[in-house]
C-alpha cells in the first residue's frame, strides 16, 4: 500500500523530498503495487513534444491491483456498496471476492465479441454496478474505455464514438433518475445512424426492462454475453504506458479532444492521492457523489479507492430525490466517512434550507470534500457548519480530467485550512505562478496563470488521435510549463485560491463546456446568423450561459425562437449546454480583425453595465449601447 501522510512533519518531508528526487519518491510509492515485471525507467520527459514516460517497461494489469491483490486479506470486505435511485429500493453490495468475479465474467464475455487489447469500448450507461464492472473487464483485457456521461445527446455520443473508432458500445435501456425515467438505448441507436461504422457490437444491460427497439445485427443483451462464460479471465500484460482509458473533455476550441491516461503513473497517483486526501482508514466508508462520466468518477469511485481496498459507494439518484435530504439520508444509513461532492450540489441543498440536513445524524462523517469548481465562501460555511457540525475538516480539491488526480489540496487534520482556497500542493506537485507573459511570479500574496512545472504520475500523455493538439492545448502557451487554464490567487502563506478558467471553458454546474461548442451548435438552428456564448455569474450553477444572437431579419415570435435554440442545443450536446439566457441582437462587438470581444460581453451578461471598458477601438462601438439597453434585467 502507498505511504500515509499522517502529520504536518510528514507532508512537508514527503513535499521536500518529492521535489528534490521525484523519482525515488514515486518508485517508492510503485513499489508498493503487484508489477509482473519492473519498470527500466522511472520517469522520461520533455514538455516540448510532450513525451512524458512513467515506470516505462514495468509490466501490470490494474485490476490485479484493484481486486485480486485484496482477495485473501480483503476478499470478505465491501468493494462496492451500490444505492438505488428509490429510496426504498434494494441496494446492492459486492465484495472484493465478488466484484472480482463479475469483472472475470464481464471481461470473458467482451473477449467473446471479439474485443482485445487496444480496442475501444465507449459507455453510455447510468450509475449501475455494470458500469463499474465493464470498465474494469476492459481493464482486465487491455481494452480501452471511454464513457461518456449518459447525459449527452446522440450527436454528442455519435462524435466521441467516431473520434475513438470505438468497436462496442455498451449501453443500459433506461436511466433512472430522480422521478424520471430517461431513455438511453435510444440515444445510441441515434448516434449508431450517424455513420458510427467502427461499432461492431451494442450490449444492452437491462435496468429498467423498458421496451427498446433491437437491431438484430448489432445488439445484444449484456446476460447473454455473461451467461455461461468462464469464471477466471487472466489479466492482460500491460505496458505501465500502455492507455488505460479516453475521457473527452471541452476546450475552448473545436470538438472536445480525447484526453489520454496511461496505466502505470495513473494507479499510482489516484491511489496516493486517494488515501492522502481523504485520509482514508481500512473499515472506513467512502462516497463520491460524482457521475462515473466525469474524470471524478474514474479516478474516486472506481480506480482510486480499489486500489486501496476501500469500500466504495456508487449511488444511481441525484441529490434533491424524494427530496432533498437524499443525501443526508445515505449518510446516516450507511454511517458515511468521507464524503466528497460539488459546490453546485451544495448550494442547490443549501437553497432548500436547513431542515433537510438537520433531520440526519451526520456524526459518523470524518471528512467533507469539494471539486469541479470554485467554492464560494457561503456554501463553504454552510458545508463547514451544517453538515460538518464545525468540526470536520473540508478538503477543497483542485484538480481537472488531464491531471488525472488532485493536485492542490488541504490534508485533513493534518494541513490547515482557509475557506474557499484549494491550499498547498500536494508531494510531487510543483505548482507556479506566471504572467501573461510567462514570467514566474515569485512573490505570494499575488495572482497569476497557474502552470505546473514538472510531470507527476497521473498527467495526461496525449490527446487520442491528435498529439499536436495536446501540445498546442497544455504546452506550448509557456516553454516548459504544463498550462492549467486557470488562473489562481496565492496567498501569503503560500495558499493558492483557484480564481477561474482564463480561457473560453465554462464550468456550470461543475460540467465543463466550451463556448465555441455551444455557439456551434447555436448556429445550427435556423434563422441564426451568429452567436456568442459567455458565462456569467449564477447563484447554483457556479456559472449560467448566456448566448447573445444575430437573427436573420425580424424574429416574428421571440419565445418560440429561443425555444427553437435550446432544442437544437440539447441536440447537439445534451441538456447540460443549454443556455440560461438568450438575447437577440443585431450586431456583436468586434475588433477592426472581426474578432468578436467576448470581454465586454462577459461584462454585460454579469451585469456591470457601467464597467465595459474602452470601446474605441471596436469596429462598430455603437452596437454595445444597444446591447445594454436591451440586456434582460436579473
Ligand atoms: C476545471 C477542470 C477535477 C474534477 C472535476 C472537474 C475547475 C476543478 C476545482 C476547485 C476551483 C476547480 C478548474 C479546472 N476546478 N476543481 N476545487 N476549485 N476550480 O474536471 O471537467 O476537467 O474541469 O474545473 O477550472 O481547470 P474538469
Redesign the pocket.
Known sequence: MVDQIKTLDDYKKAYKNSIENPEDFWEKQADSFKWYKKWENVLDWNFEEPNIKWFEGGKLNITENCLDRHLETRGEKTALLWVSNEPDGEDKTFTYQELYQEVNKFANGLKSKGIKKGDRVVFYMPMVPELMIGMLACARIGAIHSIVFAGFSSQALADRVKDAQAKMIICSDYNKRGAKNIQVKSVVDNAIKMDCNSVETVVVHKNTGGDIEWNDKLDVFLTDLTDGVEEYCKPEVMDAEDPLFILY?SGSTGKPKGVVHTTGGYMIYTAYTFKNVFQYQEDDIYWCTADIG???GHSYITYGPLLEGATTMMFEGIPTYPDAGRFWEIVEKYKVNQFYTAPTAIRALMAKGDKFVEKYDLSSLKVLG??????NEEAWMWYFEKVGKRAIPIV???????TGGIMISPLPLITDMRPTF?SYPLPGIQTILVDTEGNLIEDNNVEGLLCIKHPWPGILRTTWGDHNRCRQTYFSAFPELYF???AARRDEDGRYR?I??VDDVL?VS???IGTAEVENAINETFGVVESAVVGYPHSIKGQGIYAFVITKGQINDEVEFKRLIESTVRTEIGPIAKPDIIQIVSGLPKTRSGKIMRRILRKIASGDMSNVGDISTLLNPEIVEEIKKKAPTM
Request: charged letters at 20%; aromatic letters at 10%; glycine letters at 14%.
Open positions: 473533455t466525469w474524470i471524478t469539494s471539486v469541479g469548481e470554485p467554492i477543497d480539491t483542485w484538480w481537472q480530467t488531464e484549494a492549467t487554464g486557470d483557484i477561474g478558467r464550468n461543475g460540467h465543463r
